[in-house]
């Protein structure tokens, strides 16, 4: 009995009578079960894994040899989708079986066996990466699609809605382009991780309406999965590379034909700058972006990028002399925050000005008078008008900046933070705790830079809360300024305040805490007193 009968037969007897639904459906599961991976992942010496990985080999040979215009038999996907969770160099033992060398296959067999709907597209990817010459069959088939793909790019730029001709005579149109792409897309992604040249290689040949699409998802996942570290070394190496490439693709002399290929590109570019796998562009570039390459119905997308390339731990804090740009990039989030409502794209307006007033707060000039008094003026309309403390908390980025030039207005900002998220004694939300939560820099820079009369406005101001932020503000007074007496001036200045108690438990508990904790920074023990004695030089080293 052979080793194909003998499965079979196992198989049939291993059913019950109820579970023989009909001939179709069972020999259905029954190719699911011949290419299961688990099966065909064990010891290829076990009698099982051996007839299974022979099954799949045989499967494949038939699929290879079909005649043009014929589908392939859906047991050639099952086998190739029960081979691909495989390493990529079993994978390609197991097709050298079926298909012998890597070479002298013509175009129209490689559509046949890699380009179609239920062919061995899923081999493609890891089989081409472990193509160590780059003139295999996998290798010239992955070249061959993204011709196919360039050759679209090509229609779409000239303004033609024609496909490209391939598989003898067909076109390379929706049902089997999108069907190949989706499965190339995911097999491409899951593989470059491990196999680096994958990226290499759509970096050398840019076929963008190829491979950003995957590009963009590998670099989403570790974007959101900072522990993979193969995937953030092989972004590492090439971030600079493909940040360009999507930047040619917004902003080169030719516009590049495909909106949703463009659409990926942005997400790819603001992941890798997010990273910090690319350099962040600067503000004026950013200003560019959204006035002269980004149409309204893009603003969403680019808007969210954009709040990612001037993120906290992106960006750096600016200067008292702010960052060059700000002003072209707050005058182009401006024209979009004070849509009315009636404009189509009014539903972009508040996250445009939320975004304006971070990049205020983040990168505004504060350096002389005029324009420190002209940021402060707008910051506080904006904490005036928030109805969200996300919005408020924001403000924290400038109050530190102040802290550097101006003491006395971060702590009349200070205050007035504290009087919109106040709640006079009642239980405090979650969106107020979280807000304080965001402040302990703010608060440190505030405490150590601000007189002792404006920490007197200070402590006065939070009296009536946040509470938290009032308790941070008395345990850093109690912390850093230790020759002023402000534990006994501290519960006079809050004698009317609903958190007196509190404050009192505060100050005797940061007083115990902090009586031993020495003012300036702990610097490392002399590791041998005296070496620097001449008596103990060892001359050995000058020699």
Known sequence: ?????????????????????????????????????????????????????????????????????????????????GLHPLPAAEIRKIVKDAWGGGTGWQQARLDRVFLVRDSATRLLAPMAATDTTGR????????????????????????????????????????????????????????????????????AEQAALADIPWLAELVSQAADHPHVDIAHTLLMRHGLELADWCERLWTGHQAFPDDKTKKAALRLWGDLVWMRAAERPSLTAQADLLTEYLTPTQWRSGLEILARWNAHGVSELASPAGEDGWDKLDAALAAIAQFPASHPQAGRAPTAAALRFHCLCRFAPIGEAVERAHTIEMATEAVRAADTTTLISTTGFLVERLCLVDPSAAVTLTTLVAARTAQQGKHEGHHVKSMVHRWPHPLRHLVRATGYADLERLVRGLSGGPKR??????????????????????????ADSPYLAQATMQLRDSAVRHRRTPLTDPAWPEALPGADDPEYADGTLDQ
């Open 469 to 494: 932020m009032l308790l941070n503000v008395l345990d850093l007074a109690v912390a850093l300024r230790r020759h002023d007496p402000v534990r006994d001036d501290a519960l006079q200045w809050l």
């Open 1 to 81: 009995m052979t080793a194909d009968r003998g499965l079979t037969h196992a198989y049939w007897s291993s059913l019950a009578p109820a579970d023989v639904l009909t001939t179709r459906d069972a020999l259905k599961h029954h190719h699911e079960q011949m290419a299961d991976a688990a099966l065909l992942r064990s010891p290829d010496d076990e009698p099982g894994t051996r007839s299974a990985r022979d099954w799949c080999s045989r499967r494949l040979k038939e699929m290879s040899k079909r005649a043009p215009g014929t589908r392939p038999h859906r047991a050639a996907r099952f086998a190739a989708s």
């Open 136 to 203: 295999g069959r996998e290798s010239n088939a992955l070249r061959r699609w993204r011709a196919l793909e360039q050759e679209r790019t090509r229609q779409l730029s000239l303004g033609a809605n024609d496909w490209p001709s391939y598989n003898g005579g067909g076109t390379w149109d929706k049902p089997e382009r999108n069907a190949v792409n989706t499965i190339l897309h995911t097999s491409l992604r899951d593989h470059a991780p491990a196999h680096p040249d994958l990226v290499a290689h759509a970096l």
